[in-house]
């Protein structure tokens, strides 16, 4: 397979990153501030990292490896819902930190979200849990942007990175979060992800790197810089550029919005699963917003959320 992100054909895909327990409260209507504001309220299982994986599982890659680190006390609930989605988890319990909490408040009204965040196990990754013989096997590696805000996860991170170039295995990274971004400074995140080979941003993280509010003008300039970059536009699809050129535009399938949770994830998971397989960029985009679309319809981030 050839092209960025095209990895060794048939091998597996590794993600390493972020599981996560979402509570996920979907209100209706404005919060109330100082009382009470009606909500439908669930707990599922989450993570930028856990999400991708399941979803590239879910879009038919047959080996999908999960690195995280979770609490002691949820590692149980963790992996067998990871081991129902078809992904191997490879999760490091946690006996000093609980598994990282994401609060999810969604408005019924737009399906966007706001996250309220406790890292918790997910910034206690560290060099130690990495060991180049995960990469057995493994075509692609894929790493949470999570990692990169954090020490001492953030040496994980650049430790695997290395050693999947090391070994021939192309890797991608999500940004994650302009909050985070802004917290640790555009030029310092830029110098982390150099030598990835695919950069998966959405339209307002690709804008935030670039300070260009267009979405097709962040992607061409951040393809100068990173070999493939694949900017997600929520609803109205994705788009793809190569070495300075928007390369192909993608329009995501319709579908009815309950919770825009995860969707970034899904496309992340369809679009390796399909490049692993063999795809151009522009088909893995476009299995990217199929399985976007799908995950927009379900309550959380992942296929199926119990």
């Known amino acids: 397979m050839s092209g960025a992100a095209g990895g060794h054909a ?3 895909l590794l993600v390493v990153g972020d599981v996560v ?21 669930r707990t599922v299982p989450g993570g930028a990292g856990a999400n991708a994986a399941c979803w590239a599982a879910r879009s038919g890659c047959p080996d999908v490896r999960l690195l995280a680190r979770v609490g002691q006390d949820a590692a149980g609930w963790h992996d067998l819902r990871l081991r129902r989605s078809g992904v191997r988890p490879l999760l490091i319990p946690d ?39 995960l990469l057995d096997g493994v075509a692609h590696l894929h790493l949470s942007g999570y990692l990169l805000f954090a020490e001492p996860c953030r040496q ?21 979060s302009t909050g985070f971004i802004g917290t640790l400074g555009v030029e310092e ?23 260009l509010p267009e979405p097709a003008d962040a992607a061409v300039k ?18 793809v550029a190569v070495a300075g ?21 899904a496309f992340t998971g369809g679009f390796l699963a399909a490049r692993l397989r ?10 990217g917003c199929r399985a976007g679309a799908l995950a927009v319809g379900v309550v959380g981030g992942r296929p199926g959320a119990e």
């Open 278 to 287: 063999g795809a151009t960029p522009a088909a893995a985009a476009e299995a």
């Open 222 to 239: 951040l393809s100068r810089r990173f070999p493939l970059v694949a900017v997600t536009l929520g609803a109205a699809g994705a788009l």
């Open 156 to 176: 994980l991170a650049v430790l695997a990175r290395e050693s999947a170039r090391a070994a021939g295995v192309t890797v991608s990274l999500d940004p994650a």
């Open 189 to 211: 995140f830029l110098a982390l992800a150099q030598g990835t080979d695919v950069l998966l941003p959405n339209a307002d993280e690709a804008s935030f790197l670039t300070g």
């Open 21 to 41: 327990t979402d509570v996920v409260a979907r209100h209706r209507g404005p919060l109330a501030p100082a009382t009470d504001t009606p909500a439908d309220i």
């Open 10 to 12: 048939g091998g597996g």
């Open 245 to 265: 050129e928007v390369v192909a535009r993608v329009a995501a399938p319709e579908a009815r919005a309950l919770d825009s949770t995860g969707a970034g994830d």
């Open 95 to 133: 006996a000093d930190a609980s598994t990282a909490t994401v609060i999810s408040l969604v408005d019924t009204a737009t399906a966007e979200r706001t996250f309220l965040t406790d890292s918790g196990a997910v910034h206690r990754m560290n060099p130690a849990d990495w060991s180049p013989d």
